[in-house]
């Protein structure tokens, strides 16, 4: 350890010392989309407001980051997305489950030939061997296996080989956290930047009509049907030819390139079905109405030629003569509407539009929404494809072919929208809108991201990026969006719109008829101070003085529907104004007159109170010329004029306008303006009294109104305060430390400032319309803090004697440092005093002193701080509800003063003054208090709390950077212990300190501020002075310390490594505590230290293995932590006892879920190997814990192996050595749940392993950038604050919970449909890796605890765990690599512990043979070698005690033979080419070949390949169960002599059945075992309280006597190697019944259990095992309960004779067999089941089944076909049997006799009448009784009766009587069933009913003396029956209702009717069976004898 004390000085260089200073305060670009920024015009004094709205536009963005922080995140691992291909570097494994051979499809197409089965009970199995080994090639043995090495080279050499080749970074393998725990994840704000909708292109391509005659011009809009309102601004487009543009080029002085767009994107933020893009088109004004001007558009055809031809060219020649007079005017001519409802995917607009207003600020305020989410609007918009747009949504090629002729009198928007609303409900307008044809051909596509040609903004400035070659421009169209769109401007706009709308002339004189309306911009009255501010059209110049409205022909009150777009000056005076001129245009060409006559004048002043006027307006009209100087009022107010103007309509408002301005300059607020205005008061020279809105402020009252301005701020309507957020937050700020002397007076706005800031950010975070991030934080107020924040700028007054010139800090300058540099705000006449309060100043000195002091010491930082500590009521409380906010203002301006002062050189302790430390600690305490008062409220406060104690962790973080680190430890102190003093409930407070600490630890320099205290003068102080931190170097002293206290949390290791030691101590108590909800918790304190370790893992700066080895002791105390933990731990190894499987999870089958850690594990902790029942009754007073969900089980596993992998292995060794053997034992158990907690699941199941591992392995950081970026440049810069440490959880992708069940359904569905192929294979690939190397790092853990233990001598306790683990390890699917270095670690264990684990571990060592000879049977052949080699070395080795060897033999026979009957996919190919490489093993051996062993090896695998040889034909008879099992049956029964193979061939059967359901059956393979296993104890020891051999279970079967044929001679216990397995003991005894009676319960045999715990029982009571018969008593009460609540509604089996008849059946021919099937099985069913199945192997046209049951004559049946007979037969019981079976289970069960009817007549029909219908009855006797241990027993008797006419009719009257004496007497009284039962008997129409047989057989007495008692017993029979009836009537009487009168009057009718009608008959007696009995001599008696019910050879001749 000395070597790594001399390493310490270069580790801290490698961890990076803390820096001087981790903080960077940079100033990054604003990116702005435009080549040039939106600038004013040159050359204007700016407003004040004006010039600060521009400063920050342009300025930069000052952000603050970590020097350091990339380097500590995971990321810096990947830095440049190598991690994306991470999976490359990987090597494949190789794993059994993948490689299977696919060659195995054994489906033959074709008939298949049916295997039969001959009867090998002669031979025994155990010798017959069919296939020669020696026929095959051996694999390639191991080369120097046989030869003498040292167990410790042989070790040496295991290891290096282990040691090479191994992944570096366990967690590079592994899947990231849950990211809902990762809370240290700060999301990255939004940069604020402009708002940008859903873009489409729109192209216009051709706009051609029937005829072309004249220019026509194109506008486009986008509108709203349903909120009635148009959205966009207007696009115009020319189409014409050139030689149409020629008509008018006399009115074109030029054109502009920006006029000659054809293409405009449009911009919809809320898009809906009910938008439609309008295209209007105009032509020259003309003479004629728009519908005579549009006739001939209607009617001729240029294609029509000949006349329409001539009149085309006369049109033509008229429309040139119109443009040039009259070019400069338009008139509406046509329209047409395009839905764009199939382009906003109609289907998820309702998501979208929810979504979006999530994007433009809606989303409900408590959600957790990850970042993905939070991906606002900007990017949403850019990206319709997958955002908005149908999915089909591409370029959609559109035609309009027909147009909307404009109707002169509904020209007007809302006239418009009203024809929109009708065309959406009937898709065309009504008859009257007349429609012309024409031809517009356009192209919607959503807008590339980057717009390959050139394209314009609004402003007309070009967009970034410019291409070389001069394209026409694309233009964007500005949006007016429906709804508010909340996010704040980020460039310069200010634009106006005009709409002029209707003029009311109508009762003027007659001349005003084509009236237009000419717009002019005015800055002065004279004609020329028109301002070229509007924007030209199509065509023409880019900005003009003038532009007209189009002109309705005649008409004296025209609609308009012109958009007037201005460019607004940024300097607005009085003397602005928008000026309209009213013309009547003459169309006529007169002599002499001009085309335009004067009507008259209107104007508007742009400002009111300087204030924009905006909105609807009504004016007046002059009709003369406009007066000097009336542009200062508006035309409603003019003063009264001299001589007076001449208005129209008597000064009314005649002429209507509405305006609209969209602007970054104007706030369109009243408060807001307020505030402003009064705001630059201060700053510039003003003359007092300013006026503000309609009234007049002094200086006097300035404060005053100031501060009202302030409060009243959040009054303001939401959407202008979030649009102007920057500026108000930057002037409040600015407000809150500046001095102020208003008229000599010292003004204080602080705490109002202060306060407005609180209020403020209150509202924005309770509106519903502002999204949050998962943090709760408002979007607007992060990316404030984040971008835009930076110092207020204070102008301080300045001595006039200094005479300095007074410039502002240069930092400040930003954007090019040019004009901006006028724009600096400056407090100018403004005198000093402090803002806080000036009590607190510290010492008493005279004013002026003070006033200096506190000026130079005023910092906004300590201001805020301030503020926030004297706050009160409501303000405080949104302080601290919103704390995030003020801490991260905090932080930054911390930074800033730090980075400003150039403190960085001094020492920390000394940055900050001490007040302002003071105001911090009360801060902490504050929010920790308030915290703790949350959490006791309900749930709902819970959620808040949670939410400032991430802000307060994130704060202290920042803090950590920033002040001295020992005063931050001391908060942190603080915080912890005011946390556990106020809260009782423990899992709300750990998971609110987990939190807590989690974020903290996150922290850059986490590792040094833990682990190296080492420059004294920059070492945090300790939070415990008392520790020097000098020797808190974890590892310094191993000497000193005992090593065992290393892994240990010590209160030493507390005070040294105070955050690990904070996070363990909670981790402990998650883990200890109990209660609602600790579950969660403890998942969260688990996912926190599996964070760091992954984090530390990743880290570039930890990846050499020193640094590695130092960061690993860290963490030594959580191997303790977990080590006691470990009952609480998931237990992934629950073996299925049911099948009585060999080893826990075998690799054969999945296993479903898993439990808490089972009993005889948790015995198996203390010291206890397996067996519970050795422990007399003692058991452990264990706790009852919460245990931990898988989940998080594994990432607990993985930071243990973790920690293993990294640590001093010496270490780890010397600690081992010194571990007690219990603790020791506790080791062994966490890696046996490692293994199966890390096994690999293979591909195709890759969605049950997390799939998280794929993105874990990614760079989360490209995918940050992907994601939230969309790669964009400048940007990428920021990315790098995004977040500390661990930074691979990254919100909203893919998370999948593997276990967690209830969650993982839909997850995985949803995951399942996204994976390519390849992502599956690398998926794959890299759990392979991490199965690899888990395992080997369990197997590295072993190999130390065998050495370390070598050195003791505690052997053999240990060897049994360790064998355990790897065997448990064998049992999973493992990769080739693993196994290679397993076998090895194996051998070495055989070589060096043979003795031991033949003698002791006998369990164990059979549980090895069955792994490895499973191995042995693999496809791969490196595996195959491996385990050949293995099995070779266990046998020589066990050679050496002769005992042994015998018990290795019967261990790999019985292996064998359960591998066999279980593994579905064994090979016995492979398996047969390893018995020949084992043999060449033992020829080959030298030093063994004078011993008998290699001739004992030889009969050994003599022995394996006959088994084998068995398996060949199981397969055979895969698709037959039934035969299956008669296979497997055979087989157990030859091993009769061997009860180790008979019992595995049992469970073996007894698993094959569970598969099939026939539970009964598998409970009956476990009885038979089970009294297999009583019959071996009996011999052993003769204890009272265990059964008595197999006699004792009689009563469950009657079979288990065949479980007796085991003699003495045969088996004597003492012989080694013979009955050795687990199940040859009282415990295994118990394990076999108690799954029989599980079994049984579950097949409904409930009293069957009852019978098998009555042997269980006095078994556990000799034990004294209490917990056991609480539950095995448990269950009777249940077993009990089930058979009085089921009662007869229970369902057993049903029974089917099955025979078959044909040569092609082999053995089974002319065989009888009972078939057991499920109950309510129908004969169909059956039926068909068997000639489906035989159909198959013979082909379907040679299976037939023969319908009835009449014995078959082979003769007559067809040689070449299969013939089945299948008869349903029913249990038979004689008399006597009746009275013991009385229950309905007694009558099911034990069944050995069945019967069958067959009709026949002597005739040989089946049917007759009734005096020669005979009846056949056939009692059939099977071998076994049923049930048995297989579901088909032979028949082995087969009895016959036949019943005479006279005998049927009895049996069927006996019947019917019976029927009626059930129904009289069930209880309750069923009415139906009764009248049923009478309505068969008395009904007149009964066909051979009772009267007829009376008459067939009563009517004359027999002549035959034979059938005298025939005939009596008949008659009494009937006597009884007649009785029967009469009960059954009057029963009824007293049953029906009244409706069924009549009913019973008819029944009582018939019944009297029958009843005289059989009186003669009944009452008539044969005399000669009624003489006096004493004459009756002795010979007579014999014809009793010969009473027919018997055989009788005689009639059944006659019968046959």
Same mark, same amino acid.
């Given at each position: ?21 981790? !903080? ?175 873009? +489409? ?11 072309? @005659? ?82 001939? $558009? ?375 303006? *307020? ?34 301005? +302030? ?36 003004? &204080? ?10 209020? @403020? ?24 803090? $984040? ?54 100043? /510290? ?8 006033? *200096? ?96 104690? +991430?802000?307060? %962790? ?54 040094? !501020? ?128 049911? /099948? ?21 594990v948790a015995l198996a902790i203390a010291g206890n190997q397996f067996n519970p029942l050795k422990m007399s009754g003692v058991t452990l007073p264990y706790k009852q814990y919460n245990v931990l969900n898988p989940d998080t089980t594994r990432n607990l596993m993985i930071c243990f192996l973790w920690i293993m992998k990294n640590a001093e292995q010496s270490l780890i060794r010397k600690w081992i050595a010194d571990l007690p053997s219990m603790q020791l034992n506790r ?99 890299? &759990? ?5 190397? %888990?395992?080997?790092?369990? !197997? ?49 264990? +055989? ?42 070395? !266990? ?97 157990? *029964? ?80 003492? =012989?080694d190697g013979v009955c050795s397995g687990r199940y040859f003991t009282e415990s295994g005894l118990v394990g076999l019944l108690e799954q029989a009676a599980e079994l049984f319960s579950t097949g409904g045999l409930y009293e069957t259990v009852n019978e098998v715990y009555k042997l269980v029982i006095p078994i556990l009571e000799a034990h004294r095992d209490f917990r056991k018969l609480t539950s095995t008593h448990d269950k009777l009460q249940k077993a009990f309960d089930n058979i009085i609540s089921k009662g007869h509604k229970r369902m057993f089996g049903t029974y089917f004779r099955v025979g078959f008849y044909g040569s092609k059946f082999g053995d089974l021919d002319e065989m ?12 169909? =069913? ?19 089944? @023969? ?152 009517? =004359? ?58 009186? #003669? ?5 044969? #005399?000669?069976?009624?003489? #006096? ?28």
């Open positions: 350890m000395t070597q790594l004390n001399n390493l310490d000085a270069e580790l801290v260089q490698e961890l990076g010392d803390f820096p001087e200073d981790d !903080l960077d305060v940079v100033f990054t670009p604003k990116e702005c989309r435009t080549l040039q920024p939106s600038l004013p015009e040159e050359g204007v004094e700016l407003d004040p407001h004006v010039r600060d709205c521009v400063q920050t536009y342009i300025r930069e963005w000052l952000i603050v980051n970590r020097k350091n922080q990339g380097s500590s995140e995971t990321c810096g691992f990947k830095k440049t997305g190598s991690r994306r291909d991470f999976h490359k570097t990987l090597q494949k494994q190789t794993f059994e489950s993948e490689t299977l051979d696919c060659n195995e499809s054994s489906s033959q197409a074709g008939p298949r030939t049916l295997k039969v089965l001959c009867d090998v009970s002669g031979r025994s199995t155990l010798t017959s061997y069919d296939f020669d080994l020696r026929s095959l090639q051996p694999d390639p043995r191991l080369d120097r296996l046989l030869q003498q090495v040292s167990a410790e080279d042989f070790e040496r050499q295991n290891e290096e080989a282990r040691r090479t080749n191994r992944q570096a970074e366990l967690f590079a393998l592994y899947p990231s956290v849950d990211e809902e725990d990762a809370v240290e994840i700060r999301p990255l704000p939004e940069c604020p930047k402009e708002h940008l909708g859903n873009r +489409i292109l729109v192209k216009l391509q051709t706009l051609k009509f029937e005829i072309e @005659i004249e220019p026509l011009f194109a506008s486009i809009a986008l509108y709203d049907v349903k909120e009635r309102k148009k959205i966009s601004e207007n696009f115009h487009c020319d189409l014409n030819s050139d030689q149409f543009k020629g008509f008018l080029r006399a009115h074109t002085p030029v054109i502009d390139p920006s006029s000659q767009a054809r293409a405009a994107i449009f911009s919809v933020t809320y898009p809906s079905s009910d938008i439609y893009l309008v295209i209007k088109i105009e032509k020259v004004l003309q003479q004629g109405e728009i519908g005579d001007c549009a006739e001939p $558009y209607m009617v001729i055809k240029e294609s029509d030629g000949g006349k329409s031809k001539e009149k085309v060219e006369k049109l033509k020649i008229q429309a040139e003569s119109f443009c040039q007079r009259l070019g400069k005017y338009r008139m509406p001519f046509a329209w047409a509407p395009i839905s764009l409802t199939s382009f906003f995917n109609v289907s998820t607009l309702d998501r979208e539009i929810a979504d979006m207003e999530t994007m433009v600020g809606k989303g409900s305020v408590g959600e957790r929404r990850t970042l993905s989410q939070s991906r606002r609007l900007s990017e949403k918009s850019l990206n319709l494809e997958d955002n908005y747009m149908g999915s089909n949504f591409k370029t959609i090629p559109m035609t309009v072919n027909s147009f909307f002729k404009q109707e002169g009198d509904r020209l007007s928007d809302e006239d418009l929208l009203k024809f929109l609303a009708d065309y959406k409900r009937s898709s065309s307008l009504q008859r009257r809108v007349k429609s012309i044809p024409g031809l517009l051909r356009l192209e919607i596509s959503p807008a590339p991201e980057v717009v390959n040609s050139c394209c314009l903004t609004p402003e007309l400035l070009p967009v970034k990026p410019l291409p070389e070659n001069r394209t026409r421009p694309h233009k964007e169209i500005l949006e007016f969006p429906i709804k508010e769109v909340y996010v704040p401007h980020t460039v310069y706009r200010n634009l106006l719109y005009v709409y002029p709308q209707r003029l009311n002339f109508a009762n003027r004189m007659a001349s005003a008829r084509n009236i237009t309306i000419k717009t002019q911009f005015m800055c002065g009255e004279d004609a020329n101070s028109a301002m070229p501010v509007i924007f030209g059209k199509s065509s023409g110049p880019e900005f003009l003085q003038e532009v007209y409205t189009a002109i309705t022909y005649h008409n004296k009150s025209p609609d308009f529907y012109e958009e007037v777009k201005i460019k607004l000056p940024a300097k607005l005076t009085v003397n602005h104004h928008l000026l309209f001129t009213f013309y009547h245009i003459s169309c006529h060409q007169k002599q002499g007159t001009s085309v335009e006559g004067i009507l008259g004048y209107s104007w508007l002043p742009i400002l009111f109170n300087e204030r924009l006027q905006t909105g609807p307006y009504c004016l007046p009209v002059a009709l003369e010329k406009l007066p000097p100087n009336y542009s200062m009022h508006s035309p409603e107010k003019v003063p009264l004029q001299n001589p007076p103007i001449k208005w129209a309509e008597g000064h009314k408002g005649v002429f209507n306008i509405e305006v609209q301005a969209v602007s970054s300059v104007h706030t369109q607020d009243n408060h807001l303006e *307020k505030f402003f205005t009064l705001c630059h008061s201060l700053e510039s020279q003003v003359t007092f009294p300013i006026r503000v809105l309609d009234h007049k402020i002094t200086e006097a009252n300035l404060e005053h109104e100031l501060k009202l301005s +302030i409060i009243c701020l959040n009054s303001s309507r939401l959407e202008p305060l979030v649009l102007f957020l920057h500026q108000i937050l930057d002037k409040l700020f600015q407000l809150s430390i500046q001095p102020m002397v208003i008229a000599g007076q010292t003004a &204080n706005f602080s705490q109002f400032a202060f306060e407005s800031v609180v209020s @403020i950010a209150n509202s924005l975070h309770n509106s519903k319309d502002l999204s949050k991030d998962q943090h709760g934080r408002n979007c607007l107020l992060a990316s404030y803090v $984040y971008y835009v924040f930076r110092l207020p700028d204070v102008q301080r007054e300045v001595s006039k004697s200094a005479g300095g010139s007074n410039h502002p800090d240069p930092r400040y300058h930003t954007y090019g440092r040019t004009s901006a540099a006028a724009v600096n705000s400056k407090l100018l006449q403004a005198r000093v005093m402090s803002s806080s309060n000036p009590d607190i100043a /510290g010492m008493h000195t005279s004013p002026d002193e003070e006033v *200096k002091h506190i000026m130079s010491s005023k910092h906004f930082h300590e201001e805020l701080a301030l503020q926030m500590v004297v706050s009160t009521g409501m303000v405080r409380e949104s302080v601290f509800k919103y704390a995030w906010f003020f801490f991260e203002l905090l932080v930054k301006s911390m930074a800033q003063y730090v980075h400003n002062m150039d403190k960085r050189d001094n020492f920390r302790r000394t940055r900050f003054s001490d007040r302002f430390k003071d105001d911090i600690t009360t801060i902490v305490n504050v929010v920790t208090s308030e915290i703790a008062a949350l959490l006791v409220k309900p749930q709902k406060e819970n959620d808040q709390a949670e939410k400032i104690n +991430i802000s307060l %962790a994130f704060f202290l973080y920042d803090l950590l950077s920033l002040m001295d680190r020992g005063f931050v430890f001391n908060l942190i102190k603080h915080y912890c212990n005011q946390l556990s003093a106020k809260l009782n409930n423990l899992p709300t407070l750990i998971s609110m300190r987990l939190e807590f600490l989690r974020i903290l630890c996150s922290h850059e320099h986490y590792l040094n !501020l833990n682990l190296f205290f080492m420059a004294p003068d920059n070492a945090p102080a300790s939070p415990n002075p008392s520790i020097s931190s000098q020797n808190s170097s974890s590892c310094s002293s191993f000497q000193d310390q005992k090593i065992a206290s290393m892994f240990d949390l010590t209160p030493d290791y507390r005070q040294q490594h105070f955050l690990t030691g904070l996070l363990f101590t909670e981790l402990a108590a998650a883990l200890d505590a109990e209660g609602e909800g600790i579950s969660k918790v403890q998942r969260k304190a688990i996912s926190a230290i599996h964070g760091l370790l992954s984090s530390h893992d990743l880290d570039p700066r930890c990846s050499k293995p020193e640094v590695k080895v130092k960061v690993a002791a860290l963490y030594l105390p959580l191997i303790g932590i977990i080590m006691d933990a470990l009952p609480q731990l998931y237990d992934f190894t629950v073996s299925d006892v049911r /099948g009585g499987k060999g080893r826990p999870n075998s690799s054969d089958e999945e296993q479903e879920g898993g439990s808490p850690i089972n009993q005889s080791i062994l158990d966490l890696l046996f749940i490692c293994v199966s907690c890390f096994e690999y699941k293979g591909k195709q199941n890759s969605d049950k392993v997390s799939t998280q591992v794929l993105q874990k392995s990614r760079d989360v950081k490209a995918r940050l950038e992907e994601a939230l970026l969309r790669g964009e440049g400048a940007r990428g810069e920021m990315i790098r604050r995004c977040k500390p440490a661990g930074n691979d959880r990254f919100p909203g992708l893919n998370e999948n919970l593997r276990w967690r069940k209830e969650q993982t359904h839909w997850r995985q569905a949803n995951e399942k449909l996204d994976k390519t192929k390849a992502e599956l294979d690398q998926e794959a690939l890299i &759990n392979g890796n991490l199965a690899t190397e %888990a395992n080997l790092i369990i !197997l590295d853990m072993q190999e130390n605890i065998i050495q370390a233990s070598s050195a003791l001598d505690c052997k053999d306790s240990l060897l049994g765990g360790v064998l355990r683990v790897l065997v448990n390890s064998l049992s999973c699917d493992q990769s080739t690599t693993y196994l290679t270095h397993c076998f090895a670690t194996l051998r070495a264990l +055989i070589a060096r512990f043979g003795d031991l684990l033949f003698e002791e571990e006998v369990e164990q060592c059979a549980d090895l043979c069955q792994r490895v000879l499973h191995h042995c049977s693999s496809s791969i052949l490196i595996t195959r070698s491996q385990a050949c080699a293995t099995l070779y070395l !266990l046998m020589r080795f066990s050679f050496g005690a002769t005992s042994n060897f015998a018990r290795v033999k019967m261990q790999v026979t019985m292996s064998l033979a359960s591998l066999v009957g279980k593994a579905s996919d064994f090979n016995e190919e492979y398996l047969r080419k390893s018995l020949r490489t084992i043999l060449a093993y033992a020829e080959e051996d030298t030093a063994m070949q004078a011993t008998p062993f290699p001739a004992q090896v030889e009969e050994l695998l003599c022995n394996l390949n006959s088994i084998l040889s068995d398996t060949v034909k199981m397969r055979e008879f895969q698709e037959d169960p039934e035969m299956l099992m008669d296979l497997m049956y055979r087989i157990a *029964k030859g091993y009769q002599t061997s009860p180790d193979l008979r019992l595995t061939w049992l469970q073996n059967m007894a698993e094959k059945h569970s598969k099939k359901k026939c539970y009964t059956e598998a409970a009956m393979c476990l009885v038979h075992a089970a009294a297999l296993v009583a019959e071996y104890l009996s011999m052993l020891e003769d204890h009272c309280y265990l059964p008595v051999g197999s006699v004792s279970f009689q009563n469950i079967s009657s079979n288990v006597l065949e479980e007796s044929a085991v003699s003495d001679d045969i088996l004597s216990p003492d =012989e009888e067999f009972v078939y057991k099937e499920p109950a309510i099985t129908k004969l169909p =069913e059956i039926s068909h089941r068997l000639e489906g199945f035989y159909g198959q192997c013979f082909g379907a046209n040679f299976v037939e089944v @023969i319908k009835d049951s009449t014995p078959v004559d082979k003769t007559k049946l067809d040689p070449q076909k299969a013939y089945i007979q299948i008869t349903f037969v029913e249990p038979y019981f004689d008399e006597y049997e009746m009275k013991d079976r009385v229950t309905y289970f007694e009558k099911n069960f034990n069944l050995r006799r069945f019967m069958y009817t067959t009709p026949f007549t002597l005739e040989g029909r089946p049917r007759g009448e009734l005096n020669e219908q005979y009846r056949r009855n056939t009692i059939l006797t099977t071998m076994h009784a049923f049930p048995y241990i297989k579901t088909r027993i032979k028949v082995i008797q087969k009895e016959e009766f036949v019943l005479t006419p006279i005998e049927v009719a009895i049996e069927d009257m006996k019947k019917k009587t019976l029927e009626l004496a059930v129904a009289v007497n069930q209880e309750p009284p069923d009415a139906k069933m009764l009248q049923m039962v009478l309505q068969g008997s008395v009904g007149a129409t009964v066909n051979q009913g009772p009267l007829e047989v009376a008459q067939v057989f009563l009517a =004359e007495i027999p002549a035959d003396p034979k059938l005298y008692r025939h005939h009596n017993k008949l008659r009494l029979c009937f006597k009884e029956f007649i009785m029967r009836c009469g009960e059954a009537v009057e029963k009824n009487k007293r049953l029906i209702t009244s409706d069924q009168r009549e009913y019973q009057q008819e029944l009582k009718k018939n019944y009297n009717k029958l009843k005289e009608n059989l009186r #003669p008959m009944i009452e008539r007696k044969i #005399p000669e069976l009624y003489k #006096p009995i004493f004459r009756v001599q002795s010979e007579k008696r014999n014809s009793f004898h010969r009473s027919s019910f018997r055989k009788c050879e005689s009639q059944l001749s006659q019968g046959t």
